[in-house]
DNA sequence: TAATGTGTAACTGTAGCAGTTACACATTAT
DNA sequence: ATAATGTGTAACTGCTACAGTTACACATTA
């Protein structure tokens, strides 16, 4: 099983969002042809960001910035950001063991502090790493083939 | 979203293997019983554990044991026999990013060593807790209900 | 007031998983 | 031998999460 691609999918926006120049808005038309799909899934990903203060964008407005600076966004912010739906776990536990079992009846008990310190590890990790890290690994600013909108 | 819970229930299973003397045989049956589930499911993950050779299993013969010791299993190695299907990935790429693109064109190369590094470090976590360790957390082997058949 | 973009709801299609039934096959007890 | 028991799988159902899409309400701007 695979974590969901929202996860890339958001580090690319806010990559793009730092490598483009100010003077230049971002919609999330240009950004979905970056990434290859549609504008509502990259709506929905930046709406994420925004509800984790990742980004500023407002309805109507033309243009999504990013909240912090470059350096201050790390790909933890990212991931957390994105996954909603599992609170804190990673992996899962069994939901209802036979409590009469003696291994059973404490299995979650025994497994969960574990599982947390794996996460943590992971979480570490990309708690390492900036966006403005990973920004130094692409070539400067230009237009390539005009999917960039001027404002 | 969140990984499959086989892999706790194949840390449950193995528990419940290293925590039964020799003399008594488990079946998929009385594992069900602990696990709370169908004896099919528990067929399925033994399925896996034995592919990945930690359990000793052979159809028609009772009796599910361990292949190595409980202090020589290590968390990963059932991480490891569980996840089949993500090989060796668990955060997605975005499958096919726009090349034209300066940012989509690198954005996997960039991101996979990222990825990488915090999955090995979620490994490396998992690596160094054994059944064995877990096992010391449960009380010492009784038969609660019956569930465990002698033979 | 028209054009443009954000924010969402609703729907479709797909994939993986849990759970179950059914059955082939191997082993063991009688 | 043969019945009983257990493993190994295929096939099916139902559920859930997600990607992708259409449609539209609403805010902003020219």
Chains 1, 2 share one sequence.
């Not at 974590?3 to 580090?11: D, E, I, N, W």
């Not at 003077?23 to 950004?31: C, F, N, P, W």
């Not at 990309?126 to 400067?140: Q, R």
């Amino acid at each position: 099983m695979q974590l969901s691609s929202r996860f890339p999918v958001a580090v690319q926006i806010l990559i793009l969002i730092a490598w483009t120049p100010d003077e230049y808005k971002l919609t999330s038309d240009v950004i979905a042809q970056s990434v290859n799909t549609n504008p509502v899934l990259i709506r929905r990903v930046v709406g994420y960001l925004k509800k984790s203060e990742l980004v500023l964008v407002s309805p109507g407005k033309r243009g999504i910035k990013l909240a912090k600076k470059p350096g201050e966004i790390t790909l933890l912010d990212v991931y957390q950001a994105m996954e909603l739906t599992e609170q804190d776990s990673l992996f899962g536990l069994h939901p209802d063991p036979n409590l009469k079992c003696p291994i059973g009846n404490q299995i979650n008990k025994v497994l969960t502090p574990r599982f947390d310190r794996a996460r943590k590890s992971m979480e570490e990790s990309l708690a390492g790493v900036t966006i403005e890290e990973l920004l130094s690994e692409f070539p400067p600013f230009y237009i390539p083939e005009g999917f960039i909108a001027k404002q």
